[in-house]
């Protein structure tokens, strides 16, 4: 389910896309103006009289000069309302960039804040199959003990010889080593969860450790 932040990251996505294709459209229009104006110019300047032309002629070519100035001075302002709206554009662009930006990272917080939240779970899972391997293994030991004490009754000798520790810490080595590291281990004797520093604890939970 989308949260409103989720929502409203994706609304300023798309204001950013709407602005954009304002921009360039703008940026379009510009260019055209400028496309305009340089041929209005050059018609223009075949419009120039010779020498001496003849009065008509003279009025008639003033006269579409003049409507080519006319014309030209259109394409101007819309050139120039164009290129306007585009730096108008470009700053709101930045503008809800930033926001984007912002609240994006505020979204990633949360999501981060909800992934610890899940890992605080998970270890105390970790913490419960802990305390039943550990449990596990003292059964083991019990029934090591009780053996040693059955088979000399039997007068065998030998489980006593067989102590299944070093055999136990072997194969918890092998399984575990990616998570095990040298050193003193006193500070591990708290939970997971306590010491894990990337879980966050739920504000709901009030079992204590």
């Not at 009289?49 to 100035?69: F, I, Q, R």
């Not at 102590?163 to 095990?180: F, G, K, N, Y």
Request: hydrophobic share 40%.
């Amino acid at each position: 389910m989308k949260t409103n932040m989720e929502d409203l990251v994706e609304e300023l996505t798309a204001e950013i896309a709407r602005l954009e294709g304002q921009r360039r459209a703008a940026e379009v229009e510009a260019e055209r103006a400028t496309e305009r104006l340089k041929e209005l110019s050059a018609r223009r300047a075949a419009l120039a009289p010779g020498a001496s032309p003849g009065e008509k002629v003279a009025g008639e070519l003033a006269a579409l000069v003049a409507a080519l100035d006319l014309e030209s001075a259109a394409h101007s302002r819309t050139r120039a309302i164009a290129q306007d709206a585009a730096r108008e554009l470009d700053r709101l662009i930045l503008e809800t960039e930033v926001r984007h930006w912002e609240k994006e990272k505020h979204l990633a917080r949360e999501r981060y804040e909800t992934l610890c939240r899940e890992r605080y779970a998970l270890d105390r899972e970790a913490e419960k199959a802990m305390a039943g391997l550990v449990e596990l293994l003292d059964q083991l030991e019990e029934l090591y003990a009780e053996q040693v004490r059955v088979a000399a009754d039997a007068e065998d000798f030998s489980p006593a010889q067989q102590d299944p520790r070093a055999t136990i810490e072997q194969w918890l080595l092998r399984r575990l080593h990616h998570w095990l590291t040298h050193g003193s281990l006193e500070k591990y004797d708290t939970s997971l969860p306590e010491l894990d520093p990337l879980t966050l604890r739920p504000e709901s939970d009030e079992e204590a450790y």
